[in-house]
């Protein structure tokens, strides 16, 4: 279970953000000294094959929640590939998640998943549209400290019972990476 709430971006590909001179596999690893979780979106693994799962498991040793977008039903294949990684990151200690829009097979349904847009699915847990384990959602942060604090207090608050930490993807992250650290180290000092 995170101790804090974790902010990360959907994806790390962050184009402008990175050094001019840093090559595209160090990406992610450049990403993970800042944040400390990650949504990979669906259109991105859904295309990877052995050598780029296995560049990306190198690569995200340092995150402590990893998420993984999942935007129409998967084939056997997928579900057995996601399945298989999720197991591998939580063996080595990291926490995992799922992010749907749609029905998930079965075996994948041991792991924790957030729905999206799914009304009809009962929860006890509800954040602006989501459900499922709890999971933060924005599309971008506001630029205004003040109103990133209320976003962040307003997350907190929350959360069930007992639960003190949660991933908070912002799907533009990378857009505007400089807001993105200040939404970091605000909930770093805010102790969330």
């Not at 402008?16 to 990403?31: G, V």
């Not at 995992?96 to 749609?102: K, M, N």
């Not at 349904?109 to 999971?135: C, E, I, K, Y």
Request: aromatic share 12%; proline share 6%; net charge negative.
């Amino acid at each position: 279970m995170l101790e804090n709430i974790e902010i990360g971006a959907m994806g790390w590909a962050c184009g402008d953000a990175f050094p001019e001179d840093l090559p595209e596999d160090w990406q992610l690893d450049w990403y993970a000294n800042w944040f400390s979780a990650v949504l990979v979106p669906h259109a991105l693994w859904r295309t990877w094959d052995e050598t780029a799962w296995a560049d990306f498991l190198d690569s995200a040793d340092t995150l402590r929640w990893i998420g993984f977008g999942v935007r129409e039903p998967l084939d056997e294949g997928a579900t057995a590939r996601l399945h298989e990684t999720l197991q591998q990151l939580t063996e080595r200690g990291q926490q995992v998640g799922l992010a749907s829009h749609v029905d998930l097979p079965d075996t994948l349904m041991q792991w924790p998943v957030t729905w999206f847009d799914r009304p009809d699915v009962p929860a006890d847990w509800r954040w602006r549209h989501l459900s499922g384990a709890p999971l933060g959602w924005a599309v971008s942060v506001p630029d205004d400290a003040t109103e990133q604090r209320t976003l962040l207090e307003d997350f907190s608050a929350s959360l069930p019972t007992g639960v003190e930490g949660a991933p908070f993807i912002v799907r533009d992250g990378c857009a505007n990476m400089s807001t993105l650290k200040q939404f970091k180290q605000l909930a770093e000092l805010m102790g969330l």
